[in-house]
């Protein structure tokens, strides 16, 4: 379907698809998209810039791929406990919502209408996301800016935890449009690449890459381990 054939608004008077969807008190976004985008990414530059202070005043020395990870996990936990954590919290009423975040999330769904209709998985999926792995990652942003024993084992736990969820999240979109013909993003491109595909892949891929990092380095420590018990015992 072309973008021309899919006017902006909808006969139900807003963009999402299904264009009759009926959403209950729902409210047009009032800012631009650009806006939007523009005051996220400053978010994710606010929180890079102050892990990297913070991290280089701690560890001077500390290494770039323990930078990149502390400033992964710190974005983690602003992105899981702040941002879904509003979701969850006012799932009932995000049709309505105009703030900052509210804005977002409607501008996301463009790409997923289940965050308009408290649908009960992404509902469950993201409370637990900001409960659990929101809390947790602020803990392994520290504990890598430390130099903590305890973080690849909490890495891999949160990481798995991420992986799963954007696996379920990914699969059941698909298998409701393949068995039930249930259509939840807009026909342009941009919403099902840039905003479906690409925003929730980055927590499959560098996830991902965190496992098998942490999973070596705990091979590493057990083999030096080993070898000086051996050593002792010889």
Not at 24 to 38: C, D, E, I, R, S
Not at 64 to 85: D, N, Q, S, V, Y
Request: aromatic share 16%; charged share 10%; glycine share 8%.
């Amino acid at each position: 379907m072309s973008v021309s054939s899919y006017p902006e608004a909808s006969m139900a008077g807003h963009p999402y698809n299904p264009p009759d969807l009926a959403l209950p008190g729902y409210v047009p976004n009032k800012t631009a998209v650009p806006v939007l985008l523009a005051c996220f990414a400053a978010g994710v530059g606010f929180v890079f810039s102050t892990t990297s202070a913070l991290a280089r005043t701690v560890q001077p020395g500390i290494s770039r791929g323990k930078l990149l990870t502390a400033m992964w996990f710190m974005l983690c936990g602003c992105i899981h406990l702040f941002f879904e954590g509003y979701f969850a919290y006012h799932n009932a009423a995000m049709p309505g919502r105009v703030d900052l975040f509210g804005q977002l999330w409607k501008e996301y769904s463009k790409s997923d209408t289940r965050y308009l209709t408290r649908d009960s998985f992404t509902v469950c999926m993201e409370t637990v996301t900001a409960v659990a792995w929101g809390p947790l990652s602020f803990l392994i942003g520290w504990l890598v800016i430390t130099d903590s024993p305890f973080a690849h084992p909490l890495q891999i736990l949160v990481s798995l935890g991420q992986m799963y969820g954007d696996v379920l999240y990914y699969a059941i979109f698909f298998f409701d449009e393949s068995v039930y013909g249930a259509v939840y993003c807009r026909p342009e491109s941009v919403y099902f690449w840039a905003y479906f595909v690409m925003m929730n892949g980055f927590w499959i891929v560098i996830p991902g890459c965190i496992i098998v990092n942490s999973i070596a380095e705990t091979a590493k420590a057990f083999r030096f381990a080993q070898k000086n018990k051996i050593a002792k015992q010889a």
